[in-house]
């Protein structure tokens, strides 16, 4: 430190080394005139601490010693010419000052030397500390010399003493640094802070109120506490809670507190945080359920002491009992003379809470209809049977309870009207019975499949306690009468028990059974698309029905609950939301794993009493935050660092995606605004330290009317404000790239981070702008020079940012190769892309020049490209006439590119080759036949896939014109990137014919005769449809027959017939030809194998016992 800049910093005194002369005495005075002066002494000198700082100034010699020539010495008095200079120069060096001494014209000689010396203490700049903390001191103090030199010196040399820290406040610890001749002293500067308390936040749940709190410098071993002041008065004794202190945090809580609003405060040792408020509210109803019609579920927003019936009161209902839950939280209520789906209301009155009675207020309720309660389950025993006008199954009617899912044993004498669409019932009226009943279903003949529909329908009963079931609990099951019969499957019938919701944008269905969510996908024509772009591209068909005051809501997904495999979350569309505190319907029909359809209903009262709010606030990189609610969001308003708000920034609600089944509409992306985003004006950019983004470190995100979908509806389901703090880390990694050079003629570059506001017309821009440019490498300049004017950007990804460069002619006729023999691996290539040409979405940071070695090792542009490509792979697409062909490399498809780049040899100019495809097959005569194919185009951006198709139907020529099912796909004249010639690939494949699927129809026997004309002793048997004639059911092996009980006799022959000419729909007569004298006259009985199969392996149905109609 300079001594003219601080007072009292240095100090020195005035005084000199010491210069020790001997004394010679006096020559005596009769020889003074005599003698001269010989020799004078000269003197050296050793000075530090300069002219200011030195402790004892500097002071030259008065005298000097001298030799006289009569061989004495004496001391002289001398007069000094000049001064000692003490600038830092003269540092470490030696002044020399002559001197005039008495009686002599010989001159003394004085040399000095000045020593470096400290000049200034470089004080340290000390941490704060807390009260009755410790001053971190360094270990070393730097000391600034005269010379300019700075030395660390070990604080033990400084005369430090022990900084006092018992009161905040900045103080001043004195120093003292000795050096040679001088000391430097002053004063480090300390600071003992007082603890500071902040971003104090509190949260009630029931009486317990939770704090938190940062903390800084918190006095050493003082007590963190939490005040609360009931009714906010200050000036009462407060209920202290304890609380922690960790890594700056404090945290506190405190139950029990009484109802009302009260003040607390945050205390740390003797400071205190501003008082804030709280409310603890009133203990209320906090819901009412109707559970049947005799009981009420009651639940209140905190414990009680107890309960009783005189405490409640249902207007229209009387309340038997009351009791109390085992954490006295709810209660159940017996009630009499409630109705089903009506609206009540329950007060409670003089409810013990803290040993106080007080009112907790009424809540409404909805009894439930007696659709959600009962169900009346139609049960076929069998799923399917023969349409054969014989062929039944039971069906047995049960009238369930929804909630438990058992049969109501106590139900009897219920009458159900009954209906079948096909077939016949034993009765149209049945009566139930322990809870059941059964009746018998026939059907009805018919020769294609037919699915009938059972209903049931309570219309009539003696039991008042089931009179409300009339008319309005049916029930429906299906039925499908078979022309085949097949071992009927178990029958699975799935019904709705139940549906609830407390959020208006979607409905909880509760099934009996748990089922796929694939299952009711394709029950409610959800696993289809619609030709839309937005959320609402899945809509449910009339199979799920949710009706609020007659209107319909669209239903646009299905969402599973993975904890409850029998429940599943109706997604509806954000437009047509459900209104809060309003009765809803749902009506559902499922198709079970059996094809077994079922109707059912459910009812209830949406009920949404929560109010939405944030739980989290997250960057996403520097110019997005991912805001997360409580529930589904309908919209809210948000502010930055409060004062930045929606005119700064984009607000994207994200919704619902049926095809994978995630759920986000509790999820806002919030986009901070950048002057180059399209339809933004600069004065709505978001003004951070970069336009468009965040700058690092602490921010803060306010919002408010805040609103689920019942809010839409219900306005006090607007959320309350809300403030969270959110930390953006810092991130200024730059964009870089890589490039692959896939061949001679196309580069793919890659870079490592999204970027913004590229599209591929800008990034065409880029080349054309020069900023993105091809160079090549002049070896007799030693510089790149442009040849960006041969190349064209012909794809980008916006996901990936890849670019894809093509050149846009063939190095033959860039580089004249036919004239100067040279072509592109005679030099070198690169790509540069110019500094901040380019920019990340998620930072805002700009590239630097970057500069892509196109000759890295390996690529194909170091060496001439002598290899074709292959045809690695022909793949045919699934049940088409296309087919992929994958290349090892880029081609050429002439015409298909953006630019065909000839080829220029000594010949001129070459085209790339026409692609040609064929398909080569055989005909139904066995010819080989050609069919032409087409070439589709490329399938992707690296040009080493394309498609191919034929140009006639395959499939067709299979099925209808008899053609053979073995093919050929041929690909000729393909040329690679440089005009390397492909060699002709082919591909087998098979086209299989479509079988053809047979209408189902009865085989039965249509008629039995003997003895035609023509046709003596043979039994002619005519089936509805064509006979096997080998294996287990062969029509021709006598085994399957019995004549008059008997096996055929021997010498008995069997041969088959065709009855229409039409050999493709099987042979349908057999003749059985018995020996002379076999049948009689009168009465005989053909009995055929009941089991017996068509040729379409139909079971024989029908009679398989016939009489033998002789001479018919």
Known sequence: MGYSKKTNKLYAAAAALAVTASVVAPVAADAASKVSVKYISPILMKHAGGSKYAVKKLTLPTKVKVKLSNGKYEMRSVKWSGSVKFEKKYINKYQVLYGKVAGTTKKAVLKVELQNYPVDVLEPVLEPVAVGGKVQLPSTISIQYKSGIIVKRPISKFNLKTPSTSKAGKYKLAYSYKGANSVVTGYINYEVKAASISNVMGSVDDQMLSVKADVMYPAVGA????????????????????????????????????????????????????????????????????????????????????VSADNFKIAGATVKSATLSADKKSAVLEVEGLEYGMDYSVDAKGILIGGVAKDLGSLSFMTQSVENIWMLEVTPKASSILANGSDNTEVTFQLKNKATGEVD?????????????????????????????????????????????????????????YKDLIGKIDGQAKVKFSTVMVTPAPVELINVLAAESNQADRVTIFLDKAVSRDLLLKSFGLDKKLPTVDESEYLANDNIQIEQFDGSKRVIGIKSIPSNPKAFELILDKETPLQDNATVKVLAKITSSTDTEVKSKASFKLTDARQPEVTSVKPVGLNQLEVKFSEAIAGAKFKIDGQYGEKYFKVEYLGFDNKTGVDRRDTVIITLNDAKMMGVAPEEAYPGAKEGYFTPGKHSLQIWNTMDFAALSDESNIGTTQNLDFTVAADTVKPTAGVVVESPEQFRIMFSKQLKGLDLDAVKALLASKKLKLERYNSNTKLYEDFSQYADVTYYDEES???????????????????????????????????????????????????????????????????????????????????????????????????????????GTVLPPKTTVEFIGKDKNGKTVTIDGSVVGYTDSSDMNFRVAANDNLQYLVDKEGYGEEWKVVVKSLSDDVGNTVATATH????????????????????????????????????????????????????????????????????????????????????????????????????????????DNSVLTGGYEKAVLLGL
Do not use: C
């Open 801 to 907: 940012g890849e670019v894809l460069l093509e050149l846009n002619k063939d190095w033959t006729e860039i580089y004249d190769t036919v004239n100067t023999k040279e072509n592109y691996y005679n030099d070198k290539f690169k790509l540069s892309l110019a500094k901040d040409s380019v920019k990340a979405e998620a930072n805002g940071e700009k590239n630097d020049l970057l500069s892509l070695d196109l000759n890295y090792a390996g690529s194909p542009l170091n060496s001439p490209d002598l290899k074709s490509a292959e045809i690695t792979t022909i793949d045919r697409y699934l049940l088409t006439n296309d087919f992929t062909v994958m290349m090892s490399e880029p081609v050429k498809l002439r015409g298909l590119d953006q630019s065909d780049t000839p080829l220029i040899n000594a010949e």
């Open 223 to 306: 007590a963190a506490e939490l005040l609360i002041y009931p009714g906010k008065d200050l000036s009462t004794t407060p209920i202290v809670a304890k609380g922690t202190l960790s890594k700056g945090k404090f945290m506190a809580s405190q139950g029990g507190i009484p109802e009302g609003t009260h003040s607390y405060i945050v205390k740390v040792g003797d400071v205190k945080s501003a008082p804030m408020d709280f409310t603890i509210a009133n203990t209320v109803l906090a819901s009412a359920k109707a559970i049947g019609k005799e009981k009420v579920e009651v639940s209140f927003s905190r414990a009680v002491d107890a």
């Open 409 to 465: 044993t106590k139900a009897d004498d219920i009458v159900l009207k009954l209906s079948t669409s096909f077939g016949s019932l034993a009765k149209e009226r049945v009566t139930i019975q322990d809870g059941k009943a059964t009746v018998l279903l026939t059907s009805e003949f018919s020769n294609t499949d037919i699915e009938a529909t059972i209903d049931a329908q309570i219309i009539e009963t003696v039991n008042g306690e």
């Open 988 to 1095: 087998d494949f098979k086209v299989s014919k479509t079988p053809v699927v047979p209408v189902a129809s009865p085989f039965e026997i249509a008629k039995v005769t003997a003895n035609a004309k023509d046709e003596k002793d043979v039994i002619r048997i005519k089936f509805t449809e064509g006979v096997q004639y080998t294996g287990m059911y062969d029509a021709t092996n006598t085994a399957q027959y019995t004549l008059n009980g008997k096996n055929l006799p021997v010498g008995t022959s069997i041969s088959l017939a065709d009855s229409d000419g039409d050999i493709t729909n099987g042979l349908d007569i057999v003749k059985i030809k018995v020996p002379e004298g076999t049948l009689k006259t009168l009465s005989n009985v053909i009995t055929v194998n009941k089991e017996l199969q068509s040729y």
